[in-house]
């Protein structure tokens, strides 16, 4: 196993359980005593946890992966929800795009679009098929280069967990500006409250998006579904669609449905 994936599945034990054992995580990941508390150490002066006796504890009060331990969670559930996403967006239209790992797919499936990449004379005086509005830096590092495509960066500052700006100059950018469709990322969506992410900043930035949207779509994959987080961002009434994988229940599905959610499930 790589020194990657080993960090990856210890952020993964202690996201999960608040706490990693040294001994309990060798045996788990079939590697030496010494290698875990190596790992730990330097993920300690990442300061992506707290060392203790023994092992390590989540940092702070809350704990969020950072987005780059994230990459590999559900990824192919992910990567088919974003190509979902990408259909309900039409040419010429303006988006809307939070951060997150499914935030990214979409992006990239928007991307690579045949109808959005067709436009040849894109960025030679022609007009870009589609303006994409995102506070996630690493969205707009992968779409800036996308002449086809017209990118609106707002200010704000930046988290390093999610790569997302937040503040009043996010939200100042964000008040003067509307959009067609607004995708919303989010780290837990409840059958009956509305969707949900860790951090107030970007709960506030989400929140500003959907009301400045003409159509909201929350993607999100099952295992988020039925769950909550510390900060709302809307309603279901605010909600247009919830792009997801199979993985949801009949039930859930029922339940959204009945809230005038439009589900899709891929």
């Known amino acids: 196993m790589s020194r990657d994936a080993r960090w990856n599945a210890l952020l993964e034990l202690v996201g999960k359980n608040g706490r990693v054992d040294v001994e309990d995580a060798a045996t788990a990941l079939d590697v030496s005593a010494a290698t875990i508390r190596r790992d730990l150490d330097q993920l300690a002066e990442q300061q992506l946890l707290t060392r203790t006796r023994g092992g390590a504890v989540a940092h702070g009060v809350s704990y969020e992966l950072a987005l780059r331990y994230k990459t590999g969670r559900h990824a192919p559930e992910k990567q088919a929800i974003g190509r979902a996403v990408s259909e309900l967006v039409a040419v010429g239209e303006v988006v809307g795009l939070t951060g997150g ?126 769950k909550r987080a510390f900060a709302r961002v809307c309603g279901l009434a605010q909600i247009d669609f919830l792009v997801t994988d199979k993985g949801i229940t009949p039930e859930a599905a029922a339940r959204f449905t009945e809230a005038g959610v439009t589900v899709v499930a891929v």
């Open 101 to 226: 790992t499914t935030l990214t797919e979409v992006a990239r499936s928007l991307a690579v679009r045949s109808d959005v990449v067709g436009d040849s004379t894109a960025g030679m005086g022609g007009q870009p098929t589609l303006t994409v509005v995102t506070n996630a830096l690493n969205i707009a590092n992968e779409l800036v280069i996308r002449p086809q495509i017209k990118i609106v960066v707002t200010g704000g500052v930046a988290r390093p967990q999610s790569y997302e700006l937040t503040g009043p100059l996010a939200s100042g950018v964000l008040g003067e500006i509307t959009l067609d469709v607004a995708v919303l990322g989010v780290n837990a969506i409840d059958t009956e409250r509305g969707a949900y992410v860790h951090h107030e900043g970007e709960a506030s930035i989400n929140r500003l998006l959907a009301q400045q949207a003409q159509r909201v779509v929350v993607a999100a994959d099952s295992s988020k579904i039925g």
